[in-house]
Every structure is written in C-alpha cells, then in structure tokens.
C-alpha cells in the first residue's frame, strides 16, 4: 500500500523537487505552502509521514508540529536553514522524530523518511520506545533491560524519558532540570547528577547509553543501533 507524505514547503521549487523525488518512490504526495493550510490538510487527510519546514508564513513549523503532537503522533521530519543546536533542541522538544538541515540532499531525505516510516510501523504501539534492548513503555512507565523489568522511580523514569527523546542530543544539567524537575524547581543542579549515577546503575548493561558530555552535561546515544 502506497504511503502518503505530507510536504510542508513554502519555497516551490524545493516543494516540487521533494514531490518528483517521492513521487519516484511510489508515494501518495500532498502539499502545503504555509503552516495554517498545513494543519487543515492534516485535519481532512489521512497521513503517514510530514516532512515540515521551519520558517514558513502564517504560522511556522514549530507552532505546526506543536499543534500535530496534541492529538497525533504521526512521523514529523523538521527542515531548517537554522543549524543552531538550540534550534533542534526546541525541534525535539516540540515531539519532532528527526531534523534536516538545508541544504540538504533529497536522496538522503527519502532515505531518512523511509527509514522512519519502517521503525515506526513496526513498532505498532507508539507508546513504546526500544533502543537495541532497552524498552521504554511511556503509558505504563515500565522499562525494561533485555526483557527484564527494572524498578524506576518517578523522576527517574521522566529522566530517562526526556533523554530519550533527545537522542544524540547534547544536554545540559540546567535543561534537564529545567524539563524533568520544571522551571519552578529550586534544588541544586547536582539533582541531575544524583538521578543520572542512580539511573545508570538501575540500567545495568545498557548504562553506557548514557554519556557524560565535558563541559555540557549528559547525552542519550546507543551506538551500533539495530
């Protein structure tokens, strides 16, 4: 069954060469030149995959992707001519799956889409996240290392969570303190590294996905993903 992509791409002649390429791979193709007509094509359509600029008239693709993630948890791949880190930083807090950055190869773009369509539609409950045995179930809060339940704590598990998203992603302490604990939270920041050292040994064999970043703080990465 054909998959159908929504692009979101104010500049046409980018918009037409990602249709020609997708159409080439047998995709049903809808498009959208700014972020109000986006979100009604979503609305009316049934959609697998968004492929969604950033800086778009009307409303941008920061405000789409937030709006999309109330209700769906549809694929969204960011394109920006931004490649500041804060920049994927919000991308990914906003609940974006992966970020490209212009300019960018069209070939390497339906690759990453294809990619992402095949993890997602093998994972049938999109409540679960896995990482090469580590299994992350977000509606039970259940984590599981090589298919052995661990017991997590509330905060350990939002941490574990919240570094997960930002998978490759460089964090500070002062953002995970701020996104785990809140903005309101008045502790010390060495909080972070208390629940970092106790997530870690409660993970086992899967603690080095968890790495320390010199200078900056912690990042989530599995290497060698399968």
């Known amino acids: 069954m054909k998959k159908t992509i929504l692009i ?14 997708f159409h080439k791979e047998n995709f049903n193709i809808l498009e959208a030149s700014d972020g109000l007509e986006a979100l009604e094509i979503f609305a009316n359509n049934s959609i697998d995959i968004i492929v969604l600029d950033i800086m778009m008239p009307e409303l941008d693709g920061f405000t789409v992707c937030k709006t999309i993630r ?18 994927k930083l919000l991308g990914y ?11 960018f190869s069209p070939k390497v773009l339906v690759a990453k889409v294809k990619a992402l369509l095949k993890r997602t539609s093998s994972n049938k409950d999109s409540s ?15 984590v599981l290392v090589d298919n052995t339940v ?13 570094l997960s998203y930002n998978h490759g992603i460089a964090l500070s302490r002062d953002k995970i303190l701020d ?38 703080g912690y990042k989530f990465e599995v290497k060698n993903e399968k």
Not at 93 to 103: F, N, V
Request: net charge negative; glycine share 4%; no cysteine.
């Open 150 to 162: 661990i017991n997590l704590s509330p905060k350990e598990f939002d941490l574990l969570l919240y």
């Open 8 to 21: 979101v791409e104010d500049e046409i002649r980018i918009r037409f060469l990602l249709r020609d390429y």
């Open 70 to 87: 109330e209700t769906s948890s549809i694929p969204i791949i960011l394109l920006t001519a931004k490649s500041e880190e804060e920049d």
């Open 179 to 216: 996104n785990v604990w809140g903005i309101d939270y008045y502790g010390d920041i060495r909080t972070v590294d208390t629940n970092i050292k106790r997530l870690r040994e409660k993970l086992l064999s899967k603690a080095d996905y968890i790495t320390t970043v010199r200078g900056s």
């Open 93 to 103: 807090d906003l609940g974006a799956d992966d970020y490209m950055t212009k300019p």
């Open 128 to 142: 679960i996240l896995s990482f090469n045995g580590l299994t992350i179930n977000k509606l039970s809060h259940e």
